[in-house]
């Protein structure tokens, strides 16, 4: 069959003209003009630039990139093909909230590099051939009668993903996606001599639903939650596989009259996994699952003929099924690597790094602003209480009191003003609740202050914390021109006018604003590349915690923002969001979460929806979108690629994005109950976001971890996370690895860099 595929498809291809002009496009010309002119079959070579276009083709001809050519869509399709015939060779494609290349006819791409897209290339017809994608929410999308050879496609949503008949994935590269190959509603494909490896750790490598009689052969397949699942797809044939360290070698569900044959499963969790499924021919494969090498639920198969991994069967869990085993193999087909380890714990490091220091000045002055009669001011910017205690702060400004209820989580942008003395630089400010009591010292020359809140403490500056509460202020006076810069700062260090306001002004040109720089003690006439500075290795730039700043981002203490779309009925409590934030504020990490939209409602969500799902409400259909890179995204929805919790996926380039299936919980709790399982699952999926994978810790997404009577159970009782499935549900916490034996310190473990450069199985 695979023959006739490949023959058909190559009888599609065309033949170049006989005859050819040569057409040179310069650097500052247009490629446009010279398509327009050309002739059928005209070879058009395009010298080294960067050309902003977007081309239109619907003749038979070639575009040859002379050295380094880049065609840069802004934001809409770089190239697009209505025509047989046309070569594209030698040229990089990039930028565009759509496909960057569509191409519709019997074309080839060759040698080229696409990056940075919705889609790398829509094709239908085509040959791609030696291309390089990445950075794509899609890197490949095929129709029907496409030959995808020697390809390289990495950090993508999707890798390849087959929406047709009669395609030809062979000898390419595909890595650090979500899912390397996705087939949909497609047969008689074929994927064949493929290395697939290190997709995401709850994603996978091979995924078809609703595919049938469709050809995996001869690939090696490692590292992803899965190295190859079906969903609803009958008569597939899986041959001659390579597949290890995965969690599921292969996974069946729904499926019918499937061929396993002659694979190596090895270092896999479970090797063969059946849900459901009828007549399945299972042959000739070395299968060694550590936990099942075969588990088989409500389903049949003949499994004659296999090497289980000893001299007899073991671990087999047969639930409901009929599984003819016998005769087996007592030796195995292939050698095994038997020292694979099969637990690597990733090192986390901590890179070192210096905070401004604080500006620490003795200044003298009669009157510390003329242009004023000085009052100093608290501005309440936010007020929380912690496990709903709260109760009354009191505000003390030299001495005079105020107060303020603190009771939820609000932000009342509420000042107390105090008069006090204009030629004395310092105004001693205090905090109290209940017997707790911070004091700090205003800097009326400066605008900084210090003392129990200081810059570049461990919970932020311009954050206190109380057993019940805590609350984020602001302390300033009243300026002139109310730009937040001092009087005796405008006057003794920057040279600014006290009565022409600043705000805004950047005058190094580093990106970020004279007020933001002074405030974190960055000097604003001195340039700071700030898009490379993340001090508190958050994930977030200087120039990206400036743009969070009116949510109260902090340069030098860890943030996390995240948006929450959700379907109708699984919108998440505001009392499990105050979990959440209790949580991280422990370990003085700020979470925010915004709940954004109501999505349309759809029983089940497979990656390729969550993927689009992220585009679309999001992105916004925008490659330019300023969350990418700073706001992770959560969906919640009924049930996700399975009827139970939930997973990570990757929506563009890395793991930034959550699914959490949450109709599993409202089965199974109501109430507080409830309240507290969506914060717990919640938490274990963001957990994955974090970097916290099963091949950092045993204990983690550990199945056998879920019920008494599996000895997980008992093995990571003292492993007291979310991240266990015995606790998740009832836990809104990672572990600090202090509860003994077979414990694992979540909280060091985790990087919040790990949504902006994500990598598995490392």
Known sequence: MKKWVAIAISLLLFSIPSYSNEIVVEKGESIQDAIDRAREGDIIFIDEGIYRENLIINKSISLVGRGNVTIDGCGKTAIKINADGVNIINIRFTNSSSEIIWMDGRNIISDCEIYRGKYGIVASSAVIRNVTIYGCGGGLYATENCIMEGNTIYKCGLGIELHGNNNLIKESE?????????????????????????????????????SSHNVIEDNNISYGAFGIRMVGSDENAIIANKIFRSRYGIKMEKCSKGEIKGNMLHGVRFGVTLENCRSIEIHYNDICGYMYSMDARYSTADASHNWWGGIAPGKMHIVLSRIKYYPWLIHPLYAHNENMEMEKKKEHETKGFSIPPMKKIVAKADDFDPLVDIKAGVKII?????????????????????????????????????????????????????????????????????????????????????????????????????????????????????????????????????????????????????????????????????????????????????????????????????????????????????????????????????????????????????????????????????????HVFVGWDNCDAILLACQYINDWRSGEARKVAYASLFMHEFGHMLGLFDDDFGGIDNESCNVPWKRGYWIYRNYKSCM???????????????????????????????????????
Request: aromatic letters at 16%.
């Open 174 to 210: 595909i890595h650090t996606c979500g899912i390397g190959v996705y087939v949909e509603n497609s047969s008689s494909n074929i994927i064949e001599g493929n290395d697939i490896y290190r997709n995401n750790n709850n994603e996978g490598c091979i995924f078809l639903l609703n």
């Open 382 to 646: 936010r007020a929380r209480s912690i496990e709903k205690e709260g109760g009354l702060l009191k505000i003390f400004i030299e001495g005079k009191r105020k107060e303020y209820v603190i009771g939820g989580d609000t932000s009342p942008n509420y000042i107390i003003w105090q008069d006090v003395n204009d030629s004395k630089q310092n105004v001693d400010i205090e905090f109290v609740m209940g017997k707790e009591r911070r004091r700090i010292i205003y800097d009326l020359a400066t605008g900084s202050w210090y003392g129990d809140d200081q810059l570049g403490d461990e919970n932020g500056y311009g954050h206190i914390v109380f057993r019940g509460a805590e609350i984020w202020f602001d302390v300033i006076y009243n300026d002139y021109d109310g730009d937040g810069l001092t009087y005796w700062e405008e006057t003794n260090l920057y040279g600014t006018d006290p009565t022409i306001n600043d705000d805004g002004k950047d005058y190094d040109n580093d990106g970020v604003p004279i007020e933001w720089e002074d405030k974190w003690g960055y000097n604003p006439f001195i340039y700071e590349n700030h898009s490379m500075l993340d001090i508190d290795e958050d994930g977030l730039n200087n120039i990206e915690e400036y743009r969070m700043a009116k949510w109260l981002a902090d340069p030098f203490r860890k943030d996390i923002f995240i948006e929450v779309d959700y379907m109708q009925g699984y919108r998440i409590f505001d009392e499990s969001i105050q979990m959440l934030y209790d949580a991280f504020s422990r370990h003085n990490i700020m979470l925010r979460i915004f709940v954004d939209d109501e999505i349309p409602y759809k029983e089940r969500v497979y990656y390729r929806e969550a993927r689009d799902f992220y585009w679309k409400y999001f992105l916004e259909e925008n490659v330019s979108s300023w969350k990418h890179g700073i706001m992770r995204y959560v969906l919640l929805v009924a049930y996700g690629s399975s009827k139970r919790g939930g």
């Open 724 to 762: 266990n499935y015995r606790y998740a549900f009832q836990l809104v916490d990672y572990s600090d690895g202090s509860h003994g034996r077979n414990d694992f310190d979540d909280w060091s473990n985790i990087d919040l860099t790990f949504f902006k450069n994500s990598s598995y199985y490392s």
